[in-house]
């Protein structure tokens, strides 16, 4: 079993930064990759950002360029780097591992609220 705990949500302005994390505990060793996911409301879970062990991103075409994910502390430790937030990133984010045999952990997510 992997635990996710997220932490860094919150409330800023259209045009700010933010910085969620995400640390991983329990079984990490088997993890091939993690994520951030986000939903809205009335909308559908999306993928946001990936990263594999070896590094290897993944963006969300509307968030490249602005986003950015990074692991550390053994790679059991996820950031998202939100710059030049727009109110449409508002959501409720989730981290998402993955692990070798394709089983999915999430954590419970951390709210981002984008308002003037």
């Known amino acids: 079993q992997v635990q996710l705990v997220e932490s860094g949500g919150g409330l800023v302005q259209p045009g700010a930064s933010l910085r969620l994390s995400c640390a991983a505990s329990?079984?990490?060793?088997?993890?091939?990759?993690m994520g951030w996911y986000r939903q809205a409301p009335g909308k559908q879970r999306e993928l946001v950002a990936r990263?594999?062990?070896?590094?290897?991103?993944y963006y969300e075409y509307s968030v490249k360029d602005r986003f950015t994910t990074s692991q550390h502390n053994a790679k059991n430790t996820v950031s998202l780097q939100m710059n030049s937030l727009r109110p449409e990133a508002a959501a409720l984010y989730y981290c998402n591992a993955v692990n070798l045999t394709d089983d999915n952990y999430w954590g419970q997510g951390t709210q981002v609220t984008v308002s003037s």
């Open positions: 329990g079984i990490t060793f088997g993890i091939n990759a």
């Open positions: 990263i594999t062990r070896g590094g290897t991103t």
